[in-house]
């Protein structure tokens, strides 16, 4: 490998801090290694020519619809070698092997997938001390995986039928999140006497969810994905997230970070 093309996806920030740790070990070892936000570039510009690699967490049990679309829309392949990582912070299922058959039914060589446990960013919020230990472990894994790649020493196995339940699970379950019926009982709300319009959330949002003009108010649409971006890194408090205790929030870096 000399060159590698990493698309990756983060939401709070745990999978970009995983992908900085790849690319570095990548480069360390004079593998030119360029990053690509998913949300930002089209897959018809994907190099076939480049090894590739993906990163993006999971979620409802794979990952979120926009970059299942964005796999599905990347060109074939004559044997390109390709990788993926996700980040979790407990269990997926139907990620791995259903995205490696895409993978190989475009022509791709899959070489490895890796998921790697982070700090929740849903329902209950741990402390800082417990997040910091679990980020700490999530990049050391980070800095093996990018070794086994590199001496050749990753895997990308899948587990027939089992795997292939949790994908069609993972699709209906996406379903649902876009149903009408979700998208307006368990939207993400604003409180606006905590709101200072700067438009974060916008510039955050990847799917275009969220509607701003300077000086007003942001208006939610019905195009959620709930990767909580808003609502994480929104520097009032103001989004309520409606499956959070206590609208506690995660976020493993800055807003800065992901924007850049």
């Known amino acids: 490998m000399k060159k590698i093309d990493f698309y990756y996806f983060s939401g709070t920030g745990n999978t970009y801090l995983v992908v900085k740790k790849m690319a570095e070990i990548f480069e360390q070892n004079g593998i030119k ?3 690509f936000k998913i ?6 510009d994907l190099n076939p ?3 590739i690699g993906l990163g993006f967490p999971v979620a409802e049990l794979s990952t979120f619809s926009f970059i299942w679309k964005f796999i599905r829309d990347i060109p074939s392949s004559k044997g390109t070698k390709i990788f993926m990582v996700d980040t979790l912070a407990g269990f997926s299922g139907g990620i791995i092997g259903p995205l490696r058959m895409i993978l190989k039914n475009k022509g791709y060589n899959p070489i490895g997938a890796k998921e790697i446990i982070m700090p929740s960013n849903i329902f209950f919020i741990q402390d800082k001390i417990t997040n910091s230990k679990k980020v700490e472990e999530g990049l050391l894994e980070a800095d093996k995986y990018a070794w086994d790649i590199i001496e050749g020493r990753s895997r990308w196995d899948r587990i027939p039928i089992i795997s ?5 699970g993972s699709l209906l379950a996406l379903r ?3 149903s009408n019926f979700n998208q307006k009982y368990f939207s993400l709300k604003l409180a606006n006497d905590k709101c ?3 438009g974060l959330c916008f510039e955050l949002c990847p799917v275009g969810n969220i509607r701003w003009s300077e000086g007003q108010y942001p208006q939610y649409s ?3 994905e709930y990767c909580l971006r808003c609502g994480s890194f929104c520097p009032q408090g103001a989004i309520f997230v409606p499956f959070n205790y206590k609208n506690k929030t995660y976020s493993a870096v800055k ?3 992901i924007l850049k």
């Open 33 to 35: 290694t360029h990053l």
């Open 39 to 44: 949300e930002n570039i089209e897959p018809k």
């Open 255 to 257: 807003a800065k970070d």
């Open 176 to 178: 649902l999140t876009h």
């Open 196 to 198: 200072s319009k700067c």
């Open 49 to 51: 020519e480049h090894t």
């Open 222 to 224: 019905m195009n959620c």
């Open 164 to 168: 292939d339940i949790f994908y069609y």
